[in-house]
């Protein structure tokens, strides 16, 4: 595994703290970053960014990382909102640096050899009238200051320095209080937005199956690995293989259901309404294909014959 580049010498301790707790859990789950990408619904460009430090990941993204590793999520909310406090402090105060060089650089001088001179007063000078582009700085100067503010009363809307009492609907079980709203947890058992038949060809991460979900079977050949996961609350299945890259025909069937694939260097299917006793999963690599079912594996041509006779292709 590469090694991670140094995070950047003035990032806030809060946010070092918080990027290295994801680093070691993107670490810990052997995923690429383009399967990050793939199952969090952010971009792997977006992933380099909040894990060398040089953005802060939305919570929701950090939430996405500790469900796909089993991290503790309630831990990683209070580093969140650590880092999060420090990261907003630091830009209001380079903010106000800014403010501060551009009213410097806008008062007059006095000019030199004002002092001492014999020659009389001097006849008051003219008011220098600012330059257009001093008055832009400063108009740009003001309206950072006045987002920085109107930023801190969205994220501390209680005022005087009283936080709620308890966590909203929806955060992990343990959590401290915090004021930031989670995303809508859904509408059914542990979160997930639907069950059995109503699941038939929905994204498994984005409807919240994967919260409960285990693996049935996994086979890794041709440096991959090849999983059939499967959701007790929403009843489906689906195909998962990682890495991605250059895989193909990834797919999830199972008996009296719609088969469902997913497209050249996917990282998982949509799900299958049925059980794991019912279900396999299939994928091409290198011109071989890998199969998984409950009790059974296979390496063979495409369109092979599994050991129990029955046509996995």
């Known amino acids: 595994m590469a090694r991670w580049r140094p995070l950047p010498g003035d990032l806030p ?53 500790g469900r796909l590793t089993r991290a503790d999520r309630g831990l990683l909310r209070v580093l969140w909102e650590s880092a999060s406090d420090a990261w907003t402090a630091g830009q209001g105060a380079q903010t106000e640096q800014s403010a501060q060089t551009v009213r410097t650089a806008g008062e007059p001088r006095e000019p030199e050899g004002a002092q001492g001179s014999d020659r009389g007063p001097s006849p008051p000078a003219r008011p220098r009238r600012p330059s257009r582009r001093t008055a832009v700085g400063a108009a740009v100067a003001v309206c950072g200051l006045l987002a920085a503010f109107l930023a801190l009363l969205v994220i501390r809307p209680w005022g005087d320095g009283v936080r709620p009492r308890s966590a909203p609907p929806g955060a992990p079980e343990g959590s401290p209080a915090w004021p930031w709203e989670l995303r809508s947890q859904g509408t059914g058992p542990t979160g997930t937005h639907c069950a059995a038949r109503s699941c038939q060809g929905r994204d498994p991460y984005r409807d919240g199956c994967d919260r409960d979900s285990v693996t049935v079977h996994a086979l890794s050949a041709h440096g991959r690995t090849l999983r059939l996961r499967y959701s007790p609350v929403c009843r489906a299945v689906w195909a998962e293989v990682d ?58 041509p495409v369109g092979a014959v599994s050991g129990d006779g029955t046509g996995r292709g």
């Open 243 to 300: 890495p991605a890259d250059g895989t193909g025909q990834l797919l999830a069937a199972a008996a009296g259901a719609t088969t469902q694939t997913a497209a050249r260097g996917a990282a998982h299917t949509a799900m299958v309404a049925a059980d794991q006793h019912k279900a396999r999963a299939c994928v091409v690599v290198a011109g071989q294909q890998l199969g998984v079912t409950e009790h059974d594996s296979w390496i063979g």
């Open 13 to 65: 301790p809060q946010a070092r703290r918080l990027a290295e707790e994801l680093r070691l859990h993107k670490d810990r789950s052997r995923l690429s970053l383009t399967s990050l990408a793939a199952k969090s619904a952010y971009s792997s460009s977006s992933w380099h960014r909040y894990l060398n430090g040089r953005a802060l990941p939305p919570w929701e993204a950090v939430d996405a990382l």
